[in-house]
């Protein structure tokens, strides 16, 4: 029992002694507090509790100040490390470069008028494998009387195919560019008059373009017919413009023209020369 009691007291002063230190690790304090509980448990008498609690109060002191420096610690590291790298900007979407040259003329296709009274003319270009390039690499852009078919690296070739003064006025926002295999198909989207669609007789004008009726225009018959004697003027020969001027000069003037002999226009009534 002697014995027994000598290791208690040198065991008691050995966790004060290693207490007192400071620098004990906190595993180290919390094992002997886990020991002091069990010695707590098995002394019987009051002196011997009594002395257990003191160093247990010293024990849970000591351990409150090494996790106390612990995130005072932790602290000090977190403000002096470097900020976290901010993820890098994102990158802007691919913009495509437009080439400005060299372009091939694109000047073979086959076009559809439309007909009578018909919404759209359409122009079909022929081109072999064009259906594998990118969307970005073929665009049209269109105005009320023109359109720019662009088609870009095609075989390591730029194509390009521009028609001004288109013959009437189309529909730019309702007019569109397809591609199918082999093929690009841009459809112009006519403008629809009074009387409905015109109808076109080529996809370019020959002369000044003449463009399409406004449908809420109200038409003035004197201004048709002048519009129309104007442009049988502009594409007429020597003869008709001599007979056409002088027919407007007179009707300005209010003045009835008859036309001499050999200016006449046939009629409809004249007889046939064999």
Known sequence: KLFQRFNFWASLAAMEVDSSSGTGPRMELEADLQELDRMLAQAKRENVRKELRRVQDKLNAELAKVKASEQTSAAAAAAQAPPAASPPPARPP??????????????????????????????????KGVEALPAEKVTCDFTESSFDLKVMDLDGKNHRMIKTNLEKD????????????????????????????????????????????SATKEANPQDSIMDMMKDLYEDGDDNMKKIIGEAMYKAKRGEKYEPKDDLKMPGLDDPLEE
């Open 94 to 127: 691919a913009t495509v470069p437009v080439p400005t040259g060299p372009w091939s003329e694109i000047s073979t296709f086959a076009l559809d008028l439309g007909g009578y009274d018909k919404p759209h003319v359409t122009v079909d270009v022929r081109m």
């Open 170 to 213: 189309i529909n730019p926002a309702d007019s569109s560019v397809k591609v199918k295999k082999n093929h690009v198909i841009v459809t112009l989207a006519k403008v629809k008059g009074q009387y409905g669609y015109d109808s076109w007789m080529d996809l370019c004008a020959k002369g000044r373009r003449k463009p399409a009726a």
